[in-house]
């Protein structure tokens, strides 16, 4: 099977983390989303840190598990 390589959409960090807590799990498509998201920023808002920070502190405390 071909794989190609296409550009995900883009989501607002926001709606990204939502998604993940909503899930209380993070997927490779939500991790590559967030990838998207945050390198077609120069920088972060105060609020899309704090949404980062709730991330990692869900995968540091076990409330979001890693899926492949």
């Known amino acids: 099977m071909m794989t190609t390589n ?21 997927t490779a498509i939500d ?13 972060l808002s105060e609020k899309e840190q704090l949404h980062l920070n709730r991330v990692f502190e869900g995968l540091r405390s076990g409330t979001i598990l ?3």
Do not use: D, N, Y
């Open 31 to 43: 991790r590559q989303l967030l990838r998207s998201a945050l390198i077609s920023k120069e920088s």
């Open 66 to 68: 890693v899926v492949e």
């Open 6 to 26: 296409t550009i995900p959409p883009k989501v607002s960090v926001e709606t990204i983390v939502e998604r993940i807590f909503a899930f209380r799990q993070i």
